[in-house]
Structure formats: structure tokens, C-alpha cells
RNA sequence: GCCGAUGUAACUCAGGGGUAGAGUAGCUCUUUCGUAAAGAGCAAGUCGUGGGUUCAAAUCCCACCAUCGGCUCCA
């Protein structure tokens, strides 16, 4: 099946769903039902009173059922999608015909949305289509199945939410009903098994499993606190951001975290995300405080504390510092979405003429990085869109050049890219980089941006060779975005098992017996002299249980330690994926891990 | 923020108008063991917080807090 073919199979099923609906609960209101990755949804207003006569659930004694059971929940689905199987089975053809907008309004009279539909259709000039199968009718544009009986293989409704109608939060909430359909059985098993998988692999289970981060309802709200293990990890993966960095002339900077609200007034950011800045009082004086919630304005006043020649530039700052921002509490989630997050951020300050080679460098800093920790990247030439040019501060020469300088970079670069246009942030082009993960999700991470309007805002300026004053271009440039966020995704990519240079701890040495423990800790002891984190578990567990124990919390090397070990002066190593090593003497074990571990493996 | 669901021991979860339950983890003891879970015992909870209804609330109602699924895909 192709994906058209999957995609008119899948709005078959909305249609399914909907009929099945309006059978069960004929005062439904229906709206859309599209398909969508996966799957397709519909969205209902449903007749509260008839929800809970029919789908009512069974109290024991007389109490009331709670008032609160107003709409559908999931243990209908199973009801529902009984009730599609039947109605498939009735299902020929889709047939269609072309009604008058006053027919139109005439049969959705009762039904607000699908009028709204209709003045759309005719806005545009459309015609307005209805279709039908087995005994159902929908406004619909078409795009449908063939033979719905045979096409639909397997379907499994999924999920139920609520969905603002056309997506405006100011509309009335609608019950959305999500649902996945496949060709056939065995894709939709595997379908769920990888929904399964993702779940295993949820940052936040793991997160908790091997002790990496926590939230407290004391603490808040998208405020994760970080453990030993899960400190260990930022900061190495930020020692090596910053590191690459370092080697392409970035100067580490400091800022504080807390400025006046006028930083932001200048810099534009207190108009468009004013609603999303945490306010500080002070009780000293009457200024006015906010949480910082990015890094460029203060960057941009390290440049401008004094004069710079055009000798001075490129200008490269770099600083891992904690950002705030009062995010939607619904939208909060794990490490994904949080309300502190930490960007390794860097600003690039030069002439146009220097672009070019700024890009060059921070490309090969993403791609070193990326490859290193065993991530594809694809990029998204994110260009202005050239219908509406008023979205879009900068003259058109200027944007022209930077798309045109963005675009030469990807190939020289040999990136794996494609163009959107439309996707620029208003002060200029970027790159973003989208990292695949193991089970080929898309996340965007770095992205270098241009930026012509913040430099001219603050009236940053060098003096160039004729002694003019210019304005700078200013390059943003994060590696990993925030940590938190890059953590998220990590950590479900690897799920947990990071690679030997990560991993919080490299060696867990298992003596096999009391008497063992002592040689087992003396090795421990030789290998954290020479920096690897190893440690013994003398606990008075067997072997096995030791095993278990260090592989669930995806230690790379075991070492096993019993009587032949310490005769002969070796250690059995054994790998986190059950692979044996064999026997390994202490001082080859050591150099091999060392060694690894210097190279990022 | 909005719609819906959930909140019971450190963790995972069962139960439910009238002594609070299990498994895992923890602690103690026994066991000293060879590549993914040894055995026994003990201890552990203001049933998210606050209010209300009731003779009685962890259970029913309301509010709040937190967590989870959604709120871009325009028939």
C-alpha cells in the first residue's frame, strides 16, 4: 500500500468511527476526521446526557454516577470499535454527490461546525461534496478507500482528548478520538509494539530507574533536579560541547541570571514572549526584574562594553547557563518541556564576509558531536517565505545573500538536507538539525541562526578598514539546544544504555564471595586512580543477582572476581549485552577502558 | 490555560462508607554461592492537600496541587 493508498485507507476509518458513533449515540455532533501518521482522529461534540445513559457505568449500589462522566472515556472503546468491525461488514463503496449550498445548510442545520465547513468551501470557491457509505453520509472533499472492507486491515482506537475546534483556544472544546489503522493485523501488532517500546524507552521512566533526575512538587512544576549520576552526565556531554567549541576560538563567558525587564525591551523579546518571562521584585530598589529566558542580549552587552576594529572579529562567546521560562503548565513535560532549562549557548559575532567560514566550522562541530554520540542528522534549511515578506525584518539583498550562503554551506558540507520555506525566524535564516533516533523519530537540536536584527537593536558596531562604523552579524548557536531537552531524547535513543564515556558508572567489579571482596575493591581502587568510574558491589548477593543488578542499570563492564581470578591475577569481564570478554588481566583491562574511554567510544 | 484521566508504603500496583493490601526495594538473620532475581523474619502509609456530606470518609461531593494523554495536521 502506498502512502496515498494508506491515507485515503485511514480517513476511510474516521468515517468508520464516526458512523459507528452516531449509531451508539445518534446526537453526536460530527466535524472532521482526518487521517494522520499512523493513524486518524475525529472530532465529536457529544450529548452529555446521552453519553451517560448509554455508556453509563455500573454502580453496585444506588449512588449517583459522578457528574463529572460527561463524555466518552476509554472503556467505551471497546464497544465502539465492536460496532465499526460490524459496520465494515455492511460497507461496499464510497459513492458521492454534489449538493447546492442550500441543501447543505439544510442538512447540517444542526450542526454549527459543519456549517462553518460549508461557508469555507464556499469562500473558496469549492464544491460541496457529501459521501456515502454502507448508510452513512459525511461533507467530506473525498480521498477515500476504494473497497473500505478490504482496505482496512486492522484498526485499535487509541486514545481520547480534548481538541479545541480548528485548533483556537478561544472555540469550544470537542472530544477528540484518536485511532491507528493498518493494512493488516501484523503491521498494527507492530505498530503497538513499537508504541510499546517507546514507552519502555520514556526519558522519564528511565530517568527515575537509573537515578538520573527528579521532580518535586515542593521544588515545582518543570524544575527537575538532578542526581550524582544525572550531573555526571550533563556535564560531561557539556565539557565536550564546550570543548569542541573552545577548539573553533569560543571564549567561555558569565552572566547572571536575573536582569532588568529593559534588556529585553530593547531586544525585541519583551513584546513577542513578555507572557513567558518569570518577574523578580526587588525590595530595594523599584527596578524591574525578570528570570532570563535567553542569552543573546547579554552577550550582545559583553560586545558592546567597548569599541571593536575589524581585527577584533569574528568574536566567538560560549556559556552553559540556565534559562527561565513560565511555559504552559500543560505543556510541561519530563525534561522535554521544562520552565529551567540549560541552553549550551554561543554567539558569534562578524562581518558578513565571515559567515561563511563560521558556518563551516560550527557544521563540523555539530557533525563531530553528533557522530560521536551515535546520532544521524538531517538539517532543515529553514528559509524565509517569499509570499510574505512583511513577516520578515532585513532588507531583501541581505536575506538573499544569507539563504544563498546557508545553502552553499549544506553542499560543501555534504548535508543531508531539505529546504522549508517559511520555517526563518524573523531576523534571519538557520539550519536546524534534526537528530533520528533509534526508532527513527525526528527532534530538532542545534540551530545556527542568523541574525541582522538584534545587532542593529542594541547598536552594536566595529569599525571597519575605512574607518566606518558596521553593524555585526550575530551567529546563535546552541549545540545541544537545552540539556534538559537533549537529555530527553538521549536518553530514549540509547534508552539508558550510554556509551562507555557516559555511562555514570563504567565497572561494577562483582566478587563472588565475601572472601573476593577485598581484591574486588583493591581493582576498583586502581581504576578510579586513573579516572574510571568503577565501583565494587560487595553486597552479600549471588552472582547472579549482582549480574541482574549492573546490566538493569546498563553498566558497560562487569568484572567478576572469584578464587581462579585471584590466583591467576585476571578478571573475567563481561559486557551490559551479555557478552563474555573472557579473562582480562587488571593492567589490560584498565588500558583498553582508558583508552575507549579517551576516544569517546 | 483548556478537555479528559490518574494520585494508596521508597517503587509498581490491587482494593474501597465501618482493623490498610501485594510484589519489589529497605533493615535483621541464615546462606558464601561462577555469568539476569537464595531463604526466613521485621519495619514501612495523615490513601496528594484543604474543605464539605455522614454516627462514621482513604472511599461520596467541591476546591486546590501534582502527574499523564491531548489541544499544528482544516471536510
Known amino acids: 500500500m502506498n502512502d496515498q493508498h494508506l491515507q485515503a485507507m485511514r480517513h476511510s476509518t474516521a468515517h468508520l468511527l464516526a458512523a459507528a458513533i452516531l449509531e451508539l449515540l445518534p446526537n453526536t455532533k460530527l466535524t472532521i476526521g482526518p487521517a494522520i501518521e499512523h493513524g486518524f482522529y475525529y472530532d465529536f461534540e457529544f450529548n452529555k446526557e446521552e453519553v451517560q445513559k ?26 465502539i470499535e465492536q460496532k465499526m468491525a460490524e459496520l465494515l461488514k455492511t460497507w461496499g463503496a464510497f459513492s458521492h454527490r454534489e449538493v447546492t449550498e442550500k441543501e447543505a445548510k439544510d442538512i447540517y442545520k444542526d450542526n454549527p461546525y459543519k456549517l462553518e465547513l460549508i461557508e469555507g468551501i464556499i469562500k473558496k470557491g469549492e464544491k460541496i461534496t457529501l459521501y456515502k457509505v454502507g448508510d452513512f453520509e459525511d461533507l467530506c472533499r473525498g480521498g477515500h478507500s476504494e473497497e473500505p ?31 491507528t489503522a493498518f493494512a493488516s493485523k501484523k503491521e498494527l501488532e507492530e505498530h503497538l509494539v513499537m508504541l510499546e517500546e517507546a514507552k519502555k524507552r520514556d526519558h522519564r521512566k528511565l530517568g527515575k530507574d537509573l537515578d538520573l533526575f527528579v521532580l518535586s512538587d515542593l521544588v515545582g512544576k518543570g524544575l527537575p533536579l538532578f542526581t550524582p549520576k544525572g550531573t555526571l552526565l550533563r556535564e560531561l556531554l557539556n565539557d565536550y560541547s564546550q570543548g569542541l567549541r573552545e577548539e573553533k576560538g569560543f571564549s567561555k563567558v558569565w552572566t547572571p541570571h536575573i536582569t532588568k525587564n529593559d534588556l529585553y525591551k530593547v531586544s525585541g ?3 513577542k514572549f513578555g507572557k513567558e518571562l518569570f518577574l523578580v521584585k526587588s525590595q530595594e530598589t523599584t527596578d524591574e526584574m525578570v528570570m532570563k529566558p535567553m542569552n543573546c542580549p547579554h552577550h550582545q552587552q559583553i560586545y558592546a562594553s567597548r569599541i571593536r576594529s575589524y581585527r577584533d572579529l569574528p568574536i566567538k562567546y560560549m556559556e552553559t547557563t540556565t534559562d527561565y ?23 558569534a559575532f562578524c562581518t558578513p564576509e565571515q ?26 534549511l529553514s528559509f524565509r517565505d517569499p509570499q510574505t515578506p512583511e513577516k520578515y525584518i532585513g532588507d531583501d539583498a541581505l536575506w538573499e545573500k544569507a539563504q544563498e550562503i546557508i545553502l552553499k554551506v549544506a553542499k560543501k558540507n555534504k548535508l543531508d538536507y531539505y529546504t522549508a520555506e517559511g520555517e526563518a525566524a524573523f531576523y534571519g535564516p538557520k539550519i536546524d538539525f534534526m537528530a533520528i533516533d533509534a526508532l527513527g523519530r525526528e ?107 549492573a546490566t538493569l542499570q546498563k553498566v558497560p563492564f562487569m568484572g567478576i572476581i572469584g578464587d581462579k581470578e585471584i590466583a591467576d591475577e585476571v578478571i573475567s569481564v563481561r559486557k551490559r549485552n551479555g557478552e563474555d570478554l573472557g579473562r582480562l588481566a587488571a593492567t589490560t583491562f584498565l588500558t583498553q577502558l582508558r583508552n575507549d574511554i579517551d576516544k569517546k567510544r
Open 355 to 380: 559567515i561563511d567560514a563560521i558556518y563551516d566550522e560550527l557544521i563540523e562541530v555539530v557533525q563531530t558531536f553528533y557522530k560521536t554520540i551515535g546520532m544521524k542528522l538531517r538539517a532543515r
Open 269 to 271: 523579546h519583551w513584546d
Open 325 to 347: 521560562r513560565d511555559e504552559k503548565a500543560g505543556e510541561l513535560l519530563g525534561l522535554a518541556r521544562v520552565r529551567s532549562l540549560t541552553q549550551d549557548d554561543s554567539h
Open 443 to 549: 527532534w530538532q537540536v542545534a540551530t545556527p541562526q542568523l541574525d541582522f536584527v538584534q545587532p542593529k537593536r542594541f547598536g552594536l558596531t566595529y569599525i571597519d578598514q575605512d574607518g566606518k562604523e558596521q553593524t555585526p552579524v550575530m551567529i546563535h548557536f546552541a549545540l545541544m539546544g537545552s540539556i534538559e531537552r537533549f537529555l530527553s531524547v538521549y536518553i530514549e535513543h540509547t534508552a539508558g544504555a550510554f556509551p562507555l564515556w557516559l555511562a555514570p558508572v563504567q565497572v561494577s567489579l562483582l566478587p563472588i564471595a565475601d572472601r573476593h571482596n577485598e581484591y574486588a575493591e583493591k581493582i576498583a581502587k586502581e581504576l578510579q586512580a586513573v579516572g574510571i568510574r568503577a565501583e565494587a558491589d560487595v553486597r552479600s548477593e549471588r552472582l547472579q543477582a549482582k549480574i541482574r543488578d
Open 54 to 79: 448509554v455508556f453509563k457505568q455500573k454502580n453496585n449500589d444506588n449512588r449517583p454516577v459522578s457528574e463529572k462522566i460527561d463524555t466518552l472515556n476509554a472503556n467505551a472503546f471497546a464497544r
Open 149 to 179: 472492507k478490504k482496505d482496512i486491515g486492522a484498526f485499535k482506537l487509541l486514545s481520547i482528548a480534548g481538541a479545541y475546534w480548528r485548533g483556537d483556544e478561544k472555540n469550544k472544546m470537542l472530544t477528540r478520538v484518536y485511532g
